[in-house]
Each structure stands twice: as structure tokens, then as C-alpha cells.
């Protein structure tokens, strides 16, 4: 998601939280309809706490629905060499035509981490996000950035299906 987000939109663009991505299930920022904020802030949102309704509203500020975004993450998935994913949502919540492998989930950090702005996102332990009444302070979740020395990144999940899951760098 954060790759189709930063190949299509500016990271100062502001970004109307549509009523489709109040109250998605799972990690949330609980976010409101009519809320405005940067891609920058929704990335973080997306990436630091895991923001299902981040996710769900930058999908629909790049495509304008769901599936149409779901077409552009498998586009990308294939042009990485990612062969054995289908994603069908932009947050990883469970359905069974959405699925990816460990290796297919390698490859498409590795172009993700060409960009320095997703490296500063996804080893930022904080960050303050949204402004004024909506301002924000989150932490990273990826507990790796605290107990491994070296580490740089990049995302944990979670699904009742799945149970825990970890893409994770180091230098």
C-alpha cells in the first residue's frame, strides 16, 4: 500500500478522510469523516500504528475505490517479481482471495526501501501527526527498532487468521 501511495501521490497532499474508512476493524486512528490530513501523516498513521482507516483512505485517494487500488498493488506486486501475492484490500485484513508469501513480501519492501522517504517513515519510533485538535502522537509497534541492534524497519501485523506477521530490516 505505502508503495502504490508514494509511486502516485505528494507526501504534502492533503487527503479527506472519506465515511468508507471510519471505524475499518483492527488497528485504527480513529479517524473521522471530513478529517483532513497529509499523505505524509497517513503513511505514518499506516505504518507506526498499523491504521486500517489510514490505509483504507489513502487507497481511495489514489484510486477512488478500493478494487481499482487492489488492481494497482497486484500491478506493482508483479512488476516487483512478486508472483504469489493477490491483494485485495490495502490494509491485509483477512479474505481469502487476498494472500502474499514471505519472499513476495521481501521483494516488495526491497523497492519500497529505494525510497528514502519510506525508510524515514518506517524507522521513526514517533511521530506527531495532524494538526490542532486532531493532532496525534504515535509509537511504532515494530518492537525490532528497540531490541535489535541495527534494526531499520519495517511493518508488523496482525490478524486473527494469520496471527502475528513481520517484515523486518536491519543495517
Keep these: 500500500t505505502a508503495l502504490v501511495v508514494l509511486e502516485n501521490l505528494q507526501l504534502n497532499e492533503k487527503v479527506t478522510v472519506p465515511k468508507q474508512a471510519v471505524g475499518v476493524e483492527g488497528s485504527s486512528l480513529y479517524l473521522k469523516e471530513g478529517e483532513v490530513l497529509t499523505v505524509e501523516d497517513l503513511l505514518y498513521g499506516m505504518m507506526l500504528r498499523s491504521g486500517n482507516d ?3 483512505t489513502l487507497a481511495i ?5 478500493l478494487t481499482d487500488f487492489a488492481k494497482q498493488m497486484n500491478e506493482k506486486a508483479r512488476e516487483c517479481g512478486a508472483n504469489n501475492s493477490n491483494f485485495v484490500n490495502p490494509h491485509g485484513l483477512h479474505h481469502p482471495d487476498h494472500y502474499t508469501t514471505a ?6 519492501t526491497a523497492e519500497a526501501m529505494k525510497y528514502s522517504y ?6 521513526s519510533q514517533k511521530a506527531r ?3 490542532g485538535e486532531s493532532t ?3 509509537a ?4 525490532m527498532l528497540y531490541l535489535y541492534e541495527g534494526a531499520n524497519g519495517v511493518k508488523t501485523g496482525y490478524t486473527k487468521h494469520s496471527g502475528g506477521c513481520l517484515v523486518s ?3
Excluded at 519472499?103 to 516488495?108: F, G, K, N, R
Design 129 to 131: 501527526i495532524g494538526e
Design 54 to 56: 489510514a490505509a483504507t
Design 169 to 171: 530490516s536491519a543495517k
Design 136 to 138: 496525534r502522537v504515535i
Design 140 to 143: 511504532n509497534k515494530n518492537k
Design 61 to 65: 485517494a489514489v484510486s477512488g475505490n
Design 118 to 123: 519510506f525508510r524515514t517513515i518506517v524507522m
Design 103 to 108: 519472499y513476495d513480501m521481501a521483494l516488495i
